[in-house]
């Protein structure tokens, strides 16, 4: 069974830095497109980043790119989120999702199968 659990979230000044985490257990790693989403509150959960099995394309959210970043370590079984310049408006919860064959809409959560339980993001002025 397939098991995603994040870490890295808490508590940045806007203008700072957070490196999330996540790491699959149960499965092999590799044989997985990883994503990143955050919700918040009362909103549809949204789309954030994604990353190919291999880690040889990433896809973002408009607006996100150059801002976050995403990365693997197959080898360690583990995708990355690095944010950079925080806004308030990056306050949410940030959910790591995984999925293993090809699916066309990356950026609909629908496309993935397996989720961990998320980490708060939160943002202050």
């Known amino acids: 069974q397939v098991q995603l659990v994040e870490s890295g979230g808490g508590l940045v000044q806007a203008g700072g830095s957070l490196r999330l985490s996540c790491t699959m257990s149960?499965?092999?790693?590799?044989?997985?497109?990883a994503g990143w989403f955050r919700q918040v509150l009362g909103k549809e959960r949204e789309f954030v980043a994604s990353i190919t099995w291999s880690g040889d394309a990433t896809y973002y959210a408009d607006g996100l790119k150059g801002r976050f970043t995403i990365s693997r370590d197959n080898a360690k079984n583990t995708v990355h989120l690095q944010m950079n310049s925080l806004k308030l408006e990056d306050t949410a919860v940030y959910y790591c999702?995984?999925?293993?064959?090809?699916?066309?809409?990356?950026?609909?959560?629908?496309?993935?199968?397996?989720w961990g339980q998320g980490t708060q993001v939160t943002v202050s002025s």
């Open positions: 999702a995984a999925h293993r064959y090809y699916r066309s809409q990356i950026a609909s959560a629908r496309s993935y199968d397996y």
């Open positions: 149960g499965r092999t790693f590799s044989d997985y497109v």
